[in-house]
């Protein structure tokens, strides 16, 4: 394993894990797909559950609540109540037109976590989700129980990966076919055949709701070089970050290097780090076996 000093993650098996569709994964277990009113954006969750202590999911940039569907009911399962949201702009939530930059993610989850009466919850944020989840728990240290930061974003600022997320992401809502909203999506793996049918459906359908295309280039505003490195990360609101954290990076994650996420643990006081092999930027459902295993030891020890 690619970790120097951290924790390592369970090996993964060659064998390639069952390609089971989005409802599969949910179908056997209690959740509630509904909308909440946060501060008047109108905010699509799921929740499962009925634990005491609550668990927040926030998906990665241009993406959506399903990202998350092979991890809910396992962390459910276990006595948490867990939610999962469409971020600002995202999904079917509400898309106000402005950009969207970091502080409005974070002004929106607290609304949303205000809304859904919740005081303090575990976050795990992927990509952007990650990115938001950190500000957040720099800025608000008393909402923040555990912290996941899945392959998260906000710490460099890489001209290629901007421009390719840019181009492949705008591609996907202005073409009519699912192969754009295809190559977005594979883009994300290490293994683009995991990319199932049900899985471009669920996004094709978002990015072709009315109004998704100036959604779209108000989510890509992090794209633009100026703009991006107003919202990076600071080593400063790092350092200041109280609640136990996970870094949780892969050997094959597109927008940065196993050695980004070492840095990024190497900057939060007593961060675990871990680093799952053969996955790409959505471990989460690329290997989802692993990641709730890893997720669920740090949430539960």
Known sequence: MISTGFPEAPPRNNVQPELRSLWSAIAGGGFKLHYVDANGVRTRSMVAGDGQQSLVFLHGIAGHLEAYMRNILPHSNTGLRVYAIDMLGHGYTDKPRRNYEIDDYVEHLKDFLDAAGIRKAHISGESLGGWVAARFAARFPERVDRLVLNTAGGLIADPRVMERLRTLSLNAVRSPEKD??????????????????????????????????????????????????????????????TARTLV?????????????????????????????????????YEDAETFNRIHLDFLTK
């Open 248 to 284: 949780l990076w892969t050997t094959h994650d597109p927008t940065a290097s196993v050695e980004v996420g070492r840095r990024l643990a190497a900057m939060i006081p007593g961060a675990e780090f871990v680093v799952m092999k053969d996955c790409g930027h959505w471990p989460q």
């Open 180 to 241: 754009a909203v295809r190559k977005r999506l594979e883009f994300l793996m290490a293994d683009p055949s995991v990319v199932t049918d049900d899985l471009v459906e669920a996004r094709y359908a978002i990015y072709k709701l009315p109004g998704m295309l100036g959604a779209m280039e108000s989510i890509m505003c992090l794209q633009d070089m100026d703009i991006r490195m107003r919202n990076l990360l600071t080593e400063e609101e790092l350092s200041s970050i």
